[in-house]
């Protein structure tokens, strides 16, 4: 019983990485990439995005990703394409385990893997880890594998994503807070922070609640520039955000009156206020 509820419980911490079903999440890391109809830089471009957008990796076809594209699937280059790998998990099962190609006990099973084999994985799915071997999705019991988060993969994202938010917060500085603002006539707290992440291509609800439930949670001592930090203003859950731009500063819509800015949050009232931070540049 004790290890049903490790196991439940697990799941549960790693379900905010959760990606869909069959897909993994790919940055794009050059400032404009071609999305295009087959594996082949001589085939037709049907769109195109740009750096720091968030794709859905769906298959690797000798060096080209396939991916979600309005209703279908376009293919991209992997030189261009960061694919998001939250930890890596060991085999801990003592007899060879099957991979699946969808997250269910009853789906068609793939490959063995051993006791002790490495797996990359990307996000959690039901009872099972979503995982990238040898450039496709695949599915593992999470009662199988032990799973060691890999801050490195974290580092490089956020040095890229998040650091380009965090520029583009301090491009706003001194704009005036409007309450339910998103646009340069005025921001709000949240209405602040979904504005400079839209500018670096990822999409934020306008609720600082519902943006501390995006991404993943990120340690205090851990924060890299970008990072979303969360506050209880109020006294009653979380009530404000901002973003982290390093050296223990992070740029905010504070309230009425005053305008966006620097503030601390190592010490004085954001530091006692703080309540966590997520690192949704993924």
Not at 142 to 154: E, F, G, H, K, Q
Not at 214 to 240: C, I, N, W
Request: glycine share 10%.
């Amino acid at each position: 019983m004790k290890f049903t509820k490790m196991v439940t419980v697990i799941a549960i911490l790693l379900a905010a990485t959760c990606f869909n079903a069959n897909a993994a999440t790919g940055i794009v890391t050059t400032d404009v990439l071609n999305l295009r109809s087959g594996t082949s830089y001589d085939s037709a471009v049907v769109g195109k995005v740009y750096k720091g957008s968030a794709l859905n990796v769906k298959e690797y076809i000798n060096g080209w990703y396939k991916i979600d594209h309005s209703g279908g699937s376009a293919y991209v280059s992997s030189d261009y394409v960061s694919v998001n790998v939250i930890g890596t998990g060991c085999v801990t099962y003592q007899e060879d385990i099957y991979l699946r190609n969808t997250p269910s006990w009853q789906s068609e099973t793939f490959e063995k893997v051993s006791y002790g084999a490495q797996v990359s994985v990307t996000g959690v799915d039901g009872e099972f880890y979503e995982i990238l071997y040898y450039g496709n999705i695949r599915y593992i019991p999470i009662i199988c594998t032990n799973v060691r988060r890999d801050s490195l993969s974290d580092r490089s994202l956020a040095s890229d994503v998040g650091s380009r938010a965090a520029n583009i917060a301090e491009d706003y500085l001194g704009y005036p807070y409007v309450y339910g603002g998103s646009s340069v006539d005025g921001f709000d707290c949240s209405g602040f922070t979904m504005y400079v992440y839209s500018k670096a291509g990822v999409t934020l609800p306008h609720s600082a609640a519902a943006q501390s439930k995006q991404g993943v949670a990120v340690e205090k001592s851990d924060l890299l520039p970008g990072d979303l930090v969360f506050f209880s203003t109020t006294g009653s859950g979380v009530s404000h955000v901002g973003i982290y731009v390093g050296n223990g500063k992070m740029i905010h819509a504070p309230y009425g009156g005053k305008a966006t800015c620097y503030d601390t949050i190592s010490s004085g009232y954001y530091a006692l206020a703080y309540t966590g931070a997520r690192r949704v540049a993924r």
